[in-house]
Every structure is written in C-alpha cells, then in structure tokens.
C-alpha cells in the first residue's frame, strides 16, 4: 500500500481525545475530547488543515471524547456521526445536531470509504471505524482504529485487519493497574469486558490483523497512571519482533524496516504520513 491517507492524532488519552484522519480529498475528524482553541493550536503543529475537514465522528459519550463538541458545533456546517444510544445518552450531546447512525454503518468522504464496527464500553452504543481509499476496484490504502474498548469484538477484528496504520488501544499495563492507586471497582472497570485494552490484549491481536501491508501500529489511549509508553511500545514491539530504535523505548521497527511501532501520546500531536 502506498499512503493516500495521513493520520494526524492530535490528543489520545482519559484527559481528551482528537484525531484527523487526511483522504484524497477531505478530512474526517474523530472525537473531539479538545477546546477548540487547543484543537486548533495542536493541528497548526503538525500542518494538520481542519477547513479540509467534511464530517466528524464520535466514537461514544465519554468526556474524553466529547467535551469539545459542543463548540465546535458552532463552527461547524458538516455531518456530525454518532449511534442513537451516543447521541442521546447525555444532556449535552441531546442538544447537537448529531446524526444517528448504526454502530456498523458505513460512509464515503474524504474520497474514503468509512467503515463503523462495535467496541465493548461502558456506553451505550460505542463504535470504532476503518478508514480506506479505494482505486480501480482496490484496497490503495487503510487505517484501521480501536479505542475504549474492553475487547475485540468479531468486527473489529475483520475490520483492522491488513491496515497500511493500525491505531489500537494499549490502555495499561495489568501489574501497574493491579497496584496502582485506582479504587478496587475503577480498576475491575478498566481491566473488564467493557473497560480499556490492556497491553497484553493489544499485543495478542496483532498476529490476527499484521499484514504485509502493515507499516505502522500506534498504541493509543495509554492511561498516565497505569501504564508507561515504553511498557505499551514494549508489548507491540515483541509481539511483531521490533528492536527500539531510541533510548526512551518508545519506538521500535522490524529488522526488515517494513513495519515501525510508535506510541500516542496525551500531550503532544502525533502525525502518522
Ligand atoms: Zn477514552
Ligand atoms: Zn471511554
């Protein structure tokens, strides 16, 4: 696959989440968990145009994901996309003129054909997506994306297969969370069935969704108190036989230099090209 598409994550974490994923011809924003103005100013970093941008798509409720929407709303002519249970399941979303959608819906913008798939979250009806550009009747290029997510469903699995840039949830590191400061029901939430994908949970997939298409695989989601990026990278890069390449273990490629590993990060925008 040769990219036609260029992913843009400009915040993933439980402090808020905003990614931008560039077609052929227009953007989709995912989630808008940002202040617009910190929105803006994290995509003028890393040369991300949001007036490129033609629908946005919230993949559940959580504040983490939603809290900039209202605002950008305003600004805002495009389609906004989220599952009736999303749509309706807080007072603040109720007011937005959100479209309804199936968790399994599909959609073309961007010159991208998007495809919905259903996590497992503690929300009432989540969703993830897989983003391509298809050309003369093929796959040119994929980015497959699942966050939030307790595990993977079956759809997700068919979905994130064979992406050119998988973007999968390492949300923590089980001893870290097991001793960590969390209270007793935060931590059986996190590590349950519609909690967060371990590190150990991301890793375990990847053997059923590596291609020889795949070129990058961004852990995401990564808690700030469970988890250390080097632990999340660690976990990816073993499980796909990639060496570090920095002192920091955050980035790691296989010896073939096909396939890199890098993590997301709470703070600072990542750009995936
Ligand atoms: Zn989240
Ligand atoms: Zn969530």
């Keep these: 696959m040769t990219p036609r598409m260029h992913l843009y994550i400009l915040a993933s974490g439980s402090k808020g989440n905003a990614a931008v994923v560039a077609g052929p ?12 103005r910190e929105l803006h100013r994290r995509a003028e970093l890393v040369d991300c145009d949001l007036s490129r941008v ?15 929407l209202s605002v950008i709303c305003n600004h805002f002519d495009g389609p906004i996309y989220a599952t009736k249970g999303t749509a309706t399941a807080r007072t603040h979303l109720q007011r937005l003129p ?4 199936p968790h399994s819906f599909s ?39 699942a966050t939030d997510t307790g595990y993977l469903t079956d759809e997700a699995f ?3 297969q064979g992406c050119r840039i998988l973007g999968i949830e390492a949300n923590h590191d089980p001893d870290m969370l097991a001793n960590g400061p969390y209270p ?16 150990e949970q991301a890793a375990q997939a990847l053997p059923r969704l590596v291609s020889p298409n795949t070129q990058a695989i961004v852990a995401m989601h990564i808690s700030e108190k469970n988890n250390q990026p080097s632990l999340a990278a660690k976990a990816l ?26 993590v997301s990060s709470q703070r600072k925008p990542l750009v995936i090209w």
Aim: aromatic share 6%; hydrophobic share 40%.
């Design 25 to 36: 011809t227009g953007s989709i924003l995912v989630d808008c968990g940002l202040s617009r």
């Design 237 to 262: 890069a073993q499980a796909v036989g990639a060496i570090f390449e920095d002192a920091a273990h955050t980035q790691a490629r296989t010896p073939d230099g096909r396939l890199g590993i890098c």
């Design 107 to 145: 959609l073309d913008a961007g010159g991208m054909h998007i495809q919905a798939f259903p996590t497992s979250h503690d929300v009432a009806d989540p969703m993830c997506f897989r983003f391509e550009v298809v050309e003369n009747g093929h796959v040119a290029d994929a980015i497959g994306w």
């Design 54 to 68: 033609c629908a946005i798509l919230v993949t559940h409720e959580h504040g983490d994901h939603t809290s900039g």
């Design 98 to 101: 959100l479209q309804a959608v």
């Design 184 to 199: 007793y029901y935060l931590k059986a939430r996190v590590a349950g069935k519609t909690g967060h994908l371990s590190n």
């Design 158 to 160: 068919d979905a994130l």
